[in-house]
Every structure is written in C-alpha cells, then in structure tokens.
C-alpha cells in the first residue's frame, strides 16, 4: 500500500487530538472549577475584542492554541521558560492548516510533523502516546528513504526545529523610539481591562502583544522557487498562522517573520516581493495602512489593544493606528481631564516608546485623527 503523506499527517493529527485532550484538561483542572477547558479560549476571544464562539474539545486546532498562547491571568501553564510546547505547536498549528485547506504535503512533511508529535507528547510524558506517535513517524521515514533512497536522520530534524529568535529574525526598528537604553513599560492601569465580568477564568488581564515565535518549516529553496503548488501552499499556511497569531500586523513585519520560516539567510528585494505577492493572495483583510487583520477580528468595531515593553522588537510603524487609537481611547476615558501632550505620553509609553522621532510623532498623529474621529 501506498504512502499518502495528507492522510499520514491526519491521521497523526487526530491521535494527538485525542491523547492531548486529557492531557489540557488534568493540567488546568484547578482553575476550571468543573468547566471544561474550552472555556479559556471563549473568554480569550472576548479579553481581545474577537468574537467569542464555542470550541471543540477535540479539535487540535484548539488545543495547539491553548499550548502556544498565554492564557491571560493563567500564563503558559504547560509550557517551560525555554518555550519548548509553544515551539512546537506552532509547527503544528503550520501543518495543521496545511492539511486542513488540502494543501500538497511531502512524505518529508509527514515525517517532521509525526516527529513534532512525539517529541510534544514526549514532553508531557505520555509514553503510550508518544509510542503510536513514533510508528506513524516510522512509516513516514520508510516512505522518505524509498523516495530519494538516502537514510534520514531524526537529528536532522531535531537540531532545526529550535525556535528563531524574533530579535534575529527582525531588523533593529527603524523608526528611531529606541535610541537610547531605557527600560519603558506600560502603566499599570492599562493592564487591566474595565469589565472582567465575562473572563472569570482568565481573569481582568489584558493581553499584552505576544511575538509568533518562528520555526523553520522548510528550506530556502521552497521559497525561491515559490510558483511551484506545494512551496505556495507551505508559504501561504505559514503565513496565514502568522497573521492569525499577531494581528492586526502590518505586511513588511508579517513578510520578514514568514521568510525566517523557510531559513532565508538574506531578505532580498526579490524574495521580498515573492512572499509580498503570497501574503496579497490570503484571504484576510488589508487595510490601506497596510495592516492584515484576522478573520476573527472585526476592524471597524475593534476596542481592544495589546501593551508591549520597549524590548519588544514591534516597531511603532508596525502597530495598526487603529490599535494605538484604541489605547489612545482608554486612556483618555479613564482620565478624561488629561492634557494632549499628557495622553501623548501615555499612548507611547503603552507600547513602550518614549522618544517621538519625526517618522513616530507621524504616525501618533495618524492615530490620534483616528481617536477623534
């Protein structure tokens, strides 16, 4: 019988839905008070402004959401300080698009998903899982080695899957807000959200901005060579992940974090434009500021917005006008005799800015025209 790499991957996808179920339910079972864990992504949606639906447990969509997400007040309860389970749900969440909207998969994407699976349910120490998790694995690297007749080394995979470093994968931020050394947080009072009633789960916290952390799904070559089926699809799921994660996020930022996915050693203007012209094809919205929003966001009745310190590599450029109007917004509400230069302040500072160069003090007018309006 045939290697089938799509049906390989589901069928690897749907034994882990099944083993990590338990799995998230056991690990948040304190902090349910009987519910079930479906409820933290509801009441995520709501604390950022998307529209809340009810979730599957057994849907691996959900639960490699609920391992590569901070989970309000919650954190990352299932994950270590080296973000190992979030690393790997992110490649997930990658092939799980990628099957899901019948992309071309390879037996080389089979085996680095069935790998991925068994080194994630490794890592929770399910043994019997992990076990069924390595014979799909198996199989996948007897179909790779029949294809191309050389040997495949676990090792191989394991050594790149660690996660990039969003500093290494960005440029230093070109708008100049950072100059110099000083540590810049937001305000406590913008921490908190006004009505917390609807997350007693997760609690009043806001969500700060969290960067996707990149893993490498393929190798450069995929990219360069980007008009062939199977390296579109891989480019247009990676970014698609991407974009769901972060946005609103603005294209040059969502370009550069797509193609630190595929190991690109150097952004040159021509890849640039490759992944551009993938990017314009995805089935989001892209405003005129040049923001990509999720489908799960609704830009015209968005409230929401999400603090960062200053050593988070999010240029200021590269945050939506209407996010910081949002912020801007808050702010005012809650101090509504606060003078312009003082709400100014304030608004940078709830991104982590201090300094107003001319290319920030541009864009936070932008935003304050927005906020008026």
Known sequence: MSFVPRESVRFGLDHLAIRLDPIIGQGLAADLNGLPWTVVLTELDRSRGKQPRDYNAKDVQCQLRMLSERLGNLGYPFDNHARLVSTLANELRIVRNA????????????????????????????VPGAEVAASFRDEAIAAVVAESGTPVSPVAHNDALGAVKVEEVLPE??????????????????????????????????SMFEPWVPVVVGEVG?????????????????ATEIAEFEGPIHIDRLITLVAASFEVPRLTTKRRQKVDRQVRQLDLYLDADLFLWPSSIDRDSWTEFRPNISTTNREFLHISPVEIANASRFIEKRSPAITSDELDVDTLRTFGRKRRTKAVATHLESARMLAES
């Open 99 to 126: 099957e899901k909207h019948y992309d071309e998969l390879t037996t080389m994407d089979a085996w680095r998903a069935h790998d991925t699976c068994v080194r994630l349910l490794t890592h929770f120490e399910d």
């Open 173 to 206: 931020p070109i708008d100049g807000a950072n100059v110099d050394d000083e540590y810049v947080a937001p305000s406590e009072d913008v921490l908190t959200r006004a009505d917390g009633n609807d997350t007693p789960t997760i609690g009043t916290e806001r």
């Open 222 to 238: 995929m990219l360069d060579n980007v008009a062939r089926k199977v390296n579109k699809d891989r480019v247009r799921a990676v």
